[in-house]
């Protein structure tokens, strides 16, 4: 059974940063996708920053581009994924999902749309706040 475990989220200052991790266990693909995701109270839930295992090509959100940064590693069955926020701001403050599905081309959807992807960790708080 794949495994998605978030960890990382908390308090951050507007204009501060935070780093949030991630460790998807037991994905037997070749050739997947993984990334984060993000919902704030009464929206919908929205891609942020994905990233191919295959080839390491990243789609972002408008909203997020310059400030984020997704990276991955997968080494002995573990795949790690890492969100690296600065100029963080009151719109950025959501619970964020990391997610592993299908490579891009091989998804239902485009890359940031999370019915592209099959496995989701449970979420971890950001909270934004001076």
């Known amino acids: 059974q794949v495994q998605v475990v978030e960890s990382g989220g908390g308090l951050a200052q507007p204009g501060g940063s935070l780093r949030l991790s991630c460790v998807v266990s037991?994905?037997?693909?070749?050739?997947?996708?993984v990334g984060w995701f993000r919902q704030a109270p009464g929206k919908e839930r929205e891609g942020v920053g994905v990233?191919?295992?295959?080839?390491?090509?990243?789609?972002?959100a408008d909203s997020v581009r310059g400030r984020f940064t997704v990276t991955s590693t997968r080494d002995n069955g573990e795949i790690k994924v890492y969100l690296q926020m600065s100029s963080l701001n009151a719109e950025d403050a959501a619970v964020y999902y990391c997610?592993?599905?299908?490579?891009?081309?091989?998804?239902?959807?485009?890359?940031?749309?999370?019915?592209?992807?099959?496995?989701w960790g449970r979420g971890t708080q950001v909270t934004v706040s001076a």
């Open positions: 990233i191919s295992g295959t080839d390491g090509s990243t789609y972002y």
């Open positions: 997610a592993a599905g299908r490579d891009f081309g091989l998804q239902v959807g485009a890359p940031l749309a999370p019915i592209g992807y099959d496995y």
């Open positions: 037991k994905l037997e693909w070749d050739f997947y996708a």
